[in-house]
């Protein structure tokens, strides 16, 4: 059984950069798996040991709790429950993943799968295959070259794809870390100007920040001294290199007009402020889960605008901090917490892993203030499959 448990989570790592699908099946095996597999008391006292997955387990809890006093419909308090459920993938996993062969298959099966992401978008782009594959794909390039995925959830995983590359590159003294380092310029490339997803990109701006700086540290700050002084002065001239999407946000914000005009960055604004309207009435507990959606159409009725239909604001910690209140926010801060300090303490025995996790949770941290990733399927469940299975490394010992 323990065999047919490793398979499943190696699968669900590879099909996280597949269609939807492909993860949804390997979640529903893993369920069954693990219920059948028995040994509850091992696997409770893994859970129980490991206090990331606990804070996660409190997180689900208020939700469970947000969910019956809830002041939207059963049907849509319901739903938004569901789809909080593959939290528990998390101390699943943890619970079962006792080898870090089985950590280093995981997450060789994700990259794989991503790798195969990556280039059937330059295959897209070069014309060898066709846009239209009959895979969940568009028929054209208008949101860019993808496959399986919509723009945000191929950026947002190629962002990651990046990051892990980039690590490699740093922390492998072989010839094989050039390698690393094409294959995470590459996919630099692709999120930047073949896909335009800007959540991915901005994802991907913040690593490149980030990585030098944690490696290199003050070293690394001289030479971003340099490099904005000379994109300041070159600004006109790089202006070119940046993606379309990305330099045309502001654009976007000063034309959305709420009763006439709507443009994508300007509705996120306008979901924003009006969710902070409503969480203004009830900051302590929020109004429950799944809420928004009724709470939001009745703000939406005495305004000027042809937003009413909103059932998330494309932003998890408003969405979490209007649902939960400041309790349920506290809590989900807490999670990321928890899963950064455990990756400090994964780092010292394991390297790969800690850096990985630090990936996984900066990855979802910053695209949660563009988007409700745990609502969706991909994103929402890449979190939580990597995070449970690089988080399985955590021991007391090591603690």
């Known amino acids: 059984m323990q065999k047919l448990i490793n398979a499943v989570i190696i699968f669900a790592c590879f099909s996280l950069a597949m ?172 999120l930047m100007y073949l896909v335009g997803g800007r959540s991915g990109q901005i994802i991907a701006l913040c690593f490149v920040l980030f990585l030098p700086l944690y490696f290199y540290g003050k070293e690394a700050f001289k030479y971003f001294v340099i490099a904005v002084i000379s994109i300041f002065l070159l600004h006109k001239q790089l202006e070119p290199l940046m993606p379309g999407r990305l330099i045309k946000t502001g654009q976007e914000v000063s034309e959305h007009k709420s009763d006439e005009h709507l443009t994508s960055a300007g509705i996120r604004l306008e979901m924003y402020k009006n969710t902070l309207l409503l969480i203004k009435e009830s900051p302590l507990i929020g109004y429950g889960t799944g809420a928004l959606r009724s709470e939001y159409n009745k703000l939406a009725n005495t305004q000027d605008t042809l937003l009413k239909d909103v059932p998330n604001p494309h932003n998890q910690y408003l969405l979490t901090f209007f649902e939960l209140g400041i309790v349920g926010l506290a809590a989900f801060l807490f999670m990321f917490y928890r899963f950064w300090q455990h990756s400090n303490v994964i780092g010292r025995s394991d390297k790969h892993a800690g850096m990985f996790l630090k990936g996984v949770v900066l990855t979802i941290a910053i695209g949660s203030m563009f988007n409700s990733l745990l609502l969706d399927a991909t994103e929402g469940k890449f979190f939580c499959v990597l995070t449970g299975l690089l988080l399985s490394a955590y021991t007391k010992k090591n603690g």
């Not at 943890?94 to 995981?106: C, D, L, P």
């Not at 399986?148 to 010839?175: D, G, P």
Request: charged content about 15%; aromatic content about 16%.
């Open 19 to 190: 269609p939807t699908a492909w993860v949804s099946i390997a979640s529903a095996i893993l369920l069954f798996s693990w219920i059948i597999s028995g040994k509850y008391s091992e696997k409770f006292k893994l859970i129980y040991k490991n206090p990331a997955a606990i804070s996660v387990l409190i997180l689900f809890s208020f939700y469970c709790i947000g969910a019956v006093y809830s002041s939207g419909t059963i049907k849509e308090s319901g739903t938004f429950l569901l789809k909080y459920t593959k939290l528990l993938i998390i101390p699943m996993v943890i619970s079962v993943v006792t080898t870090k062969k089985i950590r280093h298959y995981g997450m060789n099966a994700f990259l794989f799968g991503a790798l195969i992401l990556l280039g059937i978008s330059y295959f897209k782009w070069l014309g060898i295959i066709p846009m239209n594959l009959g895979l969940h794909d568009m028929p054209d390039n208008s949101q860019g070259f993808l496959a399986f995925k919509n723009r945000i959830a191929h950026n947002i995983l190629m962002s990651f794809l990046m990051f892990v590359f980039f690590c490699k590159a740093h922390l492998e003294k072989t010839l094989w870390r050039w390698v690393w380092f094409f294959i995470a310029l590459l996919s630099l490339i692709d």
